[in-house]
């Protein structure tokens, strides 16, 4: 862990950020250790910023989180999937309406995949309108000799290597804001004006099978079609099957923007942090006595926690014990992410304590963050059979300990990028030069994605 300190913001805290929420306990955070946060280069556009973000209406409301958290004790009991994803890092300048369309289509594609293999719900959680700060191992960059502040995402500074770009820019957090709404808006109405419609998603899976690439899942996709046909000739209420459920979540790295987001719930008296439905803790921030466990332990919303191989299990129950003393079925999520390397000897007796505790977590895998490596040419990448190892392995565990393996979370974009090696339609290395475009972490792509669902469903349909 880096820069343990209290926050630079911190120091010049407004008025109005303590007023957006007034909840005992909420700002004891500002008194803890904590890493990952800007040092915001002018303290008044930042109490300007922080004094806006109070008063703007919430991102999302608390009956919709309550719904979430319903959906999550299901999966946590076995009666639903969750399925998270999106990009790494999103960048307001991708924020337009055909990449936000082909990420929302490509969770859509995935979940009904999914659905088919697990015989269950799938709860769709976008890794979106939101996802704008990244934790950084390092606080500074050095290229040719000159030294700049690491780049942390579009909500404190910009990616291009100069001066002014990567100065800390408090009035970043408000584009963050409307650049979310903008997005949230088109979630909703793609998914609940018909572009969510089973038969339309499932013919864009059909075109996916076609690729002989992809022949071997052919015999899944024509199942589903036989599945949808009967339900047809049934009489399904396919008008019904037009709108689905979709949530928005994104790491709550920066405090100071999550802070001013929450609202005080009418009908409970109880704080929400408005600026996503579910929230996690990552696993360069997830130290007991520091301010992120403090905050996210205080809000309403669903919380996630990473668990990497270092991980043991009296550092879950802990985690527990912190985020959910209450046991409180759908609170708390914890997201492993393991390596292909160390899931099958890291996570048993993490999820052997746990579950001797009598806690019941939702138990998801996260395959992407334990298997990034190098690539001979010298771009951050991972490659596609160990992310897949990561999953049967997750897989495998729970299935020996007769636990429920609950969710997939991971880095993907709808895009045709090329970020991470293999795949049955093979990525290379030599592709890189071209399509590679992850301002942060390598994503897994389109056609990617949707093999990781038919992969997934064969393991899903082993839990029957």
């Known amino acids: 862990m880096t820069d343990l300190s209290v926050s630079p913001a911190a120091r010049f805290t407004s008025t109005a950020q303590s007023g957006a929420a007034d909840y005992p306990g909420l700002d004891n955070w500002r008194s803890l250790p904590i890493s990952q946060q800007p040092s915001w280069s002018d303290p008044d556009v930042f109490r300007a910023a922080i004094a806006e973000l109070s008063i703007l209406p919430p991102l999302v409301f608390a009956g919709e989180v309550d719904v979430l958290r319903e959906r999550l004790a299901a999966a946590a009991r076995g009666e639903a999937f969750l399925l998270q994803g999106g990009d790494c890092a999103e960048t307001f300048g991708a924020a337009t309406a055909d990449r936000i369309s082909a990420r929302v289509k490509t969770i859509l594609q995935m979940a009904v995949v999914l659905t088919y293999g697990a015989q269950l719900p799938v709860i769709k959680m976008g890794r979106m309108a939101g996802q704008f700060a990244k934790p950084r191992s390092s606080d500074t960059e050095t290229r ?90 049934c009489g399904a209420d396919f008008e019904a099957l037009k709108r689905v459920e979709f949530f928005a979540s994104h790491e709550a790295l920066l405090l100071d923007y999550e802070r001013a987001l929450t609202r005080i719930d009418s009908r409970t008296g109880l704080p929400y942090d408005t600026s996503a439905h579910f929230l996690w803790i990552g696993e360069r921030t997830r130290e007991l006595d520091h301010a992120h466990v403090d905050y996210l332990s205080r809000v309403r919303n669903p919380i996630g926690v990473k668990l990497g191989p270092s991980t043991t299990g009296d550092d879950a129950l802990r985690l527990i014990d912190r985020l959910d003393p209450e046991r409180e079925p759908g609170r708390l999520t914890f997201i492993t992410r393991m390596g292909a390397q160390n899931i099958r000897e890291k996570l048993p007796p993490v999820v052997e304590k746990v579950t001797a505790s009598g806690a019941q977590v939702l138990w998801v895998t996260d395959p992407m963050h334990g298997n990034t490596v190098t690539s001979r040419n010298g771009y951050k990448t991972r490659r596609f059979d160990d992310v897949v190892d990561e999953v049967r392995g997750f897989f495998e565990v729970h299935r020996a300990l007769g636990t429920v393996p609950g969710g997939l979370h991971m880095e993907m974009t709808g895009d045709d990028v090329a970020e991470c090696l293999g795949g049955s339609d093979p990525i290379d290395e030599a592709a890189f030069e071209d399509r590679y475009e992850s301002v942060c972490d390598p994503r897994l792509n389109h056609m990617q994605s949707l093999e990781m669902a038919f992969l997934v469903a064969g393991s899903l349909s082993k839990r029957h």
């Open 144 to 233: 040719d000799g000159v030294t700049l502040p690491a780049y942390r995402g579009d909500i404190v500074n910009g990616y291009d290597f100069t001066p002014e770009s990567r100065a800390h820019d408090a009035a970043r957090m408000l584009r963050a804001y409307h650049t979310s709404a903008s997005t949230l808006n088109l979630i909703r109405a793609f998914t609940q004006g018909g572009f969510a419609d089973l038969r339309l998603v499932h013919t864009w899976n059909k075109g996916f099978t076609e690729n002989p690439a992809h022949a071997r899942y052919e015999s899944l996709a024509r199942e589903i079609d036989r599945a949808i046909k009967f339900m047809d000739s």
